[in-house]
């Protein structure tokens, strides 16, 4: 007992005196908490939109202005030809044109369904589609608003209207996704990161092998190890909850214990990851290289940029041994929904049965390097 | 040219003793991009939905049925009771509620005009933006074949929409420009100044300086095998985005290669940098990461739009040479644009590899005198 105390004191100091270390652990979680929640938003709210009218009539007018009126479009105003749109929209002046045939007006009038012709800059895809959908809607809400001027017209056609109820994120705030999200990263960083690098130096200026004649136990070390980065991981993960509440005014729906118990279970995966990972690795290179390589697959995969949903078979049966996803799962509904211990049971054990995998691997591999 | 010769050997004897890093450096862009392609779609299907039909009648049961057929949602509950859906979020992990009115089918025939409810599971905002746009899809088409058989013409103008540049709306197109970036600055920019670094760790720097080997040798000989292999590595991006994911080269290789060349110079410039001013290896890792890397990812608008950031970030997206290679490089490779229209781009990114060019070789002077 006394021996692991030694070492956490030992790491501690090494932690404090490592300036570098020391601004990380403090400079990382602000300047994600400042950066990403501003810069991480999907939400298409800018759509440039210009207008190629060869109609010149008022009915065409009233529709552009109708488009300028939307929240969502930013008008870039009348453009010559064809051409020309080409050329704007290669210069991204322009997302979409929307191009009024000659006799728009009057064909529309005589019932010959004229045609309009929008062009979109389809190389952000999610942009194009979600562009489409708003100026389709305007289109029909124009047009409907026009049926009703025309008196003539008895037979109205059915309608169905949709009222949207939102749970969990009234204000379909990104935020609300994105800082619990970053959460995430920042006890994954901690753990897996810091701790992989850690030993690594260890190993590379050779104090590993003093430690190993000392006649300290190969458990003494992986818990000397272990204890200190457990704590400033969780420190940094209290620490994240405050800033997300004070800062951002997002506050833990459900049980807080709860949340607390799974991020420290999940903190000894990636521990356990990082020492495991330090001993396969020669120097602080491939370190670095092999838990970034898992981390940008963790991330990418974790659902929290995109949809896990759309995912095929085969990669979600790959994620299951993502625990990040897992992890990632938890925080949706503790925080968001308000789940207690029991709601988050499954994904819990789940990593916990990792964490003991991954740690007696890495103790394994650790005994073995010591003969 | 001797010396510059053996200081490049000696660099790729490092680099292919470390196999493990040779293999990660060049597996990371292939798996990178296979994720993007395959497992990164916004659509989604099969999506789990619970309806409460409140109406049991015609029109809600065709309702259902549009729902069931759109193949976008799997509806795994039909509650009695509007409460139920709350606890089919829970138990069910539902992603979405429906509720539909009692009298839905005799008012939409009567009154032309009925309504439904759509609860929404926010919590991923992701998957629930995507399935609203189903829903209002799948309601519109429900519209449409109501007013069909009821001989209205609901909709006298016909749209035509044409999708200009990626017709198949693939959402690789806007993956690749940013993996090549990212690969190009964690090969160039993180590994040389690495290996920079950990020559001045292990004290090995004040070695090479006291040979008659001059500066620049020694810093263009550990660099030129990273650009070497950063070039490989996208080569071989690009190799998979044509065969694989059949994303076109529009405009002309060569200029494309020149444009990866230019902003391989860029990132190595900022290797070099980082180099100079730190001491160990973690140094420059962290440096890079949190100075390069982060914002590439953050601020080049490939992940995430810069139109919806705040003015000040998009100021600071325009100081990073990412966005300008991005836009460069989409310009060219998707709408096929000539030097003629990306000369601009290519000018911000060469200014910014001579400062910081010019930057670090004062910085290394600086330290030498020391």
New interface residues.
């Given amino acids: 007992m006394r021996v692991i105390l030694m070492l956490i004191k030992k790491e501690f100091l090494q932690v404090y005196r490592n300036k570098?270390l020391m601004s990380?652990l403090i400079?990382?979680p602000l300047?994600q908490f400042v950066?990403?929640p501003?810069?991480?938003?999907?939400?298409?709210?800018?759509v440039k939109i210009g207008f190629i009218d060869s109609d010149h009539s008022s009915l065409t007018r009233q529709m552009v202005e109708k488009f300028t009126y939307s929240p969502y479009f930013i008008n870039y105003g009348f453009i010559e030809s064809r051409d020309q749109g080409?050329a704007l929209?290669?210069q991204?002046k322009v997302d979409f044109i929307i191009e009024f045939p000659s006799h728009f007006e009057k064909d529309?009038m005589n019932?010959l369904?004229?045609?309009?012709?929008?062009?979109?800059?389809?190389?952000?895809?999610?942009?194009?589609?979600?562009g489409?959908?708003y100026?389709?809607n305007v289109?029909?809400s124009f047009?409907n608003e026009q049926k009703e001027g025309l008196a003539n017209r008895s037979?109205?056609?059915?309608?169905?209207?949709?009222?949207?109820?939102?749970?969990?994120?009234?204000q379909?705030?990104?935020k609300?996704?994105i800082v619990p999200g970053i959460l995430v990263i920042l006890v994954t960083l901690i753990g897996a990161y810091v701790t992989a690098?850690n030993i690594v130096?260890e190993k590379e200026i050779g104090t590993i092998e003093q430690m190993n004649v000392s006649p300290i136990k190969k458990w003494h070390f992986l818990l000397g190890k272990m204890i200190p980065f457990w704590i400033l991981g969780m420190v940094e993960f209290i620490i994240g909850l405050l800033l997300m509440k004070f800062i951002f005014g997002i506050s833990v729906q459900g049980s807080v214990g709860a949340l607390l118990l799974c991020t420290s279970v999940y903190l000894l995966v990636m521990l356990g990851l990082g020492f495991f990972i330090s001993l396969v690795?020669?120097?602080?290179?491939?370190a670095?290289?092999?838990v970034?390589?898992l981390f940008?697959?963790f991330v990418?995969?974790s659902?929290l940029?995109?949809?896990t949903?759309?995912?095929?078979q085969w990669?979600k049966y790959i994620n299951y041994a993502n625990p990040m996803s897992f992890f990632m799962e938890i925080i949706?509904l503790i925080v968001?929904?308000g789940?207690g211990l029991m709601?988050v049971m499954k994904p819990l054990i789940t990593l916990f049965v990792m964490s003991v995998f991954i740690n007696s691997a890495a103790l394994l591999s650790y005994s073995e390097k010591k003969k | 040219m001797k010396e510059l010769i053996a200081i490049l050997q000696k660099e790729l004897i490092h680099i292919y003793r470390d196999k493990v890093s040779l293999f990660l450096v060049l597996a990371m862009p292939l798996v990178l991009i296979l994720l993007f392609g395959f497992t990164i779609s916004t659509e989604i299907r099969n999506a789990k939905i619970s309806v409460c039909d409140l109406a049991q009648d015609a029109q809600s049961k065709a309702l259902i049925d549009a729902f069931r057929a759109s193949g976008y949602f799997k509806i795994v509950h039909f509650p009695q009771n509007p409460n139920e859906i709350n606890h089919d979020f829970k138990e069910k992990q539902i992603k979405a509620g429906i509720i539909i009115p009692a009298h839905f089918g005799s008012q939409l025939l009567s009154d032309k005009e009925s309504q439904i409810q759509v609860i929404s599971d926010i919590s991923d905002i992701n998957v629930a933006s995507v399935l609203n746009n189903y829903i209002e899809s799948v309601v519109s088409h429900f519209e449409e074949e109501v007013n069909e058989s009821g001989h209205y013409s609901d909709n006298p103008i016909q749209v035509s929409i044409q999708m200009l540049y990626n017709p198949e709306l693939n959402s690789v197109y806007m993956f690749v420009p940013g993996i090549i970036t990212l690969i190009m600055i964690i090969i160039t920019a993180l590994m040389s100044s690495i290996t920079l670094a950990r020559e001045t760790e292990t004290n090995t720097m004040r070695m090479m300086l006291i040979t008659p080997v001059k500066k620049i040798y020694i810093v263009v000989g550990k660099v030129i095998p990273y650009m070497g292999l950063s070039l490989l590595s996208t080569i071989m991006i690009l190799g998979i985005s044509v065969w694989v994911f059949k994303m076109p080269i529009e405009g002309n290789i060569f200029l494309l290669l020149l444009l990866c060349i230019i902003f391989m110079f860029t990132a190595a410039s900022f290797g070099l940098l980082v180099s100079s001013i730190s001491n160990t290896q973690l140094d420059a890792m962290m440096i890079t990461m949190m100075g390069l890397f982060l914002p590439t990812v953050l601020l080049s608008g490939f992940l995430f739009p810069l139109d919806n950031m705040p003015f000040i970030f998009q100021i600071l997206a325009d100081i990073f040479p990412a966005k300008w290679f991005i836009l460069a490089i989409k310009d060219v490779m998707i709408k096929g644009a000539g030097i003629a229209d990306i000369w601009h781009y290519i000018l911000i990114l060469a200014v910014m590899s001579v400062v910081l060019l010019r930057f670090s070789m004062s910085q290394i002077d600086k330290r030498r005198k020391q």
């Fill in positions: 570098l990380i400079v990382a300047v950066i990403f501003f810069t991480a938003d999907y939400e298409i709210k800018v080409e929209m290669m991204d529309l019932g369904s004229p045609q309009l012709a929008i062009t979109a800059n389809a190389i952000n895809s999610v942009k194009a589609g979600i489409s959908g100026i389709k289109i029909s047009f037979a109205q056609p059915a309608n169905v209207s949709i009222s949207k109820v939102y749970w969990y994120n009234e379909l705030n990104y609300n996704l690098l130096r690795s020669r120097n602080q290179l491939q670095m290289f092999i970034f390589f940008v697959v990418l995969m659902g940029f995109t949809p949903e759309g995912m095929p990669a949706k968001m929904k789940a709601d």
